[in-house]
């Protein structure tokens, strides 16, 4: 467990204008001071990332949340007591306080209250909303553990071990800033009877994890249907086993699978293979977010 001494450092690193990964229930963040312009331009320094992809504004109460936003509409409210703490990011119209750099200039923010107590007490220690994406390069694979994120920065960036996160795969982000509520990145949180919208071209995206390509190990990875690749395979499967070089048999529920899915992904990484095959996934709501992670991982 994180001992007070290491959170209270943190904090201050974050009041300082610092960068510090910290543990959530999805997956591993890259945190800064989301009211600090040049703290959060490290974070797209130091993962890579590119300034069209915005970022998502942890907060720990509604009430820190409602601080950020110009607009709180009743369906927020609803949501909040359903999904806070937890899996579920919320675009509404941005206060001028939040610095277009979280943003990606667009006039909306993305927030949500984390359900990890370490990401909750790094928040209240701090005083401040915290803006994090995950702790990774761009477009790699999202850390689930402290090792994931010093494999990918090393000493750079002080890490918070929470152990390894519950959840697994990134939020599910709805956009509650037009008429009517759409679906931006499905997540665990399934919400079927939204509309869903892509990232256009090159503009600013208005969620995070909309590339093209995203969530991706550095081995090679392919969607498949009973007919593995050639070469040194390893098959991640849920009902088909067909036989292959590394067999791995996949939780059978959605939150199971999603779970270890990036982990399982890091541990096949590190091994070598050609290819990492992966039986597809049902098609029902509740896999939608791990569809939509093993979809870009594979481009």
Excluded at 89 to 104: N, S, Y
Excluded at 123 to 151: D, K, W, Y
Excluded at 181 to 208: C, K, N, Q, W, Y
Aim: net charge negative; proline share 10%.
């Amino acid at each position: 467990m994180v001992r007070a001494e290491e959170l209270a450092r943190a904090a201050q690193l974050i009041r300082e204008g610092q960068l510090v990964a910290f543990p959530t229930e999805t997956v591993y963040g890259l945190g800064a001071n989301a009211l600090d312009a040049a703290a959060v331009r490290r974070i797209f320094e130091l993962k890579g990332r590119p300034a069209t992809s915005p970022l998502i504004v942890h907060v720990d109460s509604v009430e820190m949340a409602r601080l950020l936003v110009t607009e709180w509409p009743d369906l927020a409210d609803e949501l909040a007591r359903r999904h806070w703490p937890g899996p579920l990011t919320m675009v509404l119209p941005k206060r001028a306080i939040v610095p277009d750099e979280v943003t990606a200039g667009l006039a909306t923010v993305g927030i949500r209250i984390p359900a990890h107590p370490v990401a909750l007490v790094l928040i209240r220690a701090a005083g401040l909303p915290i803006a994090a994406p995950s702790a990774n390069r761009f477009t790699e694979l999202s850390p689930t553990t402290a090792q994931h994120v010093r494999e990918a920065f090393g000493d750079a960036v002080m890490v918070l071990d929470g152990g390894p996160t519950e959840v697994g795969i990134e939020s599910t982000v709805i956009s509650l800033a037009g008429p009517e509520p759409v679906l931006l990145r499905p997540g665990m949180i399934p919400f079927a009877e939204l509309r869903r919208v892509t990232a256009p071209g090159a503009d600013a995206h208005p969620s995070p994890g909309m590339h093209h390509r995203h969530y991706s190990p550095r081995t090679p990875v392919m969607l498949v249907d009973g007919v593995l690749p050639e070469g040194r395979v390893a098959y991640l499967w849920l009902r088909r086993p067909i036989a292959a070089a590394k067999s791995v048999k996949m939780p059978g529920s959605p939150d199971g699978y999603a779970a270890v899915l990036y982990s399982t992904l890091h541990e096949l990484d590190r091994e070598g293979w050609d290819v990492i095959a992966v039986e597809r996934p049902p098609a029902e709501v509740e896999w939608a977010g791990i569809f939509d992670r093993l979809t870009r991982a594979s481009k």
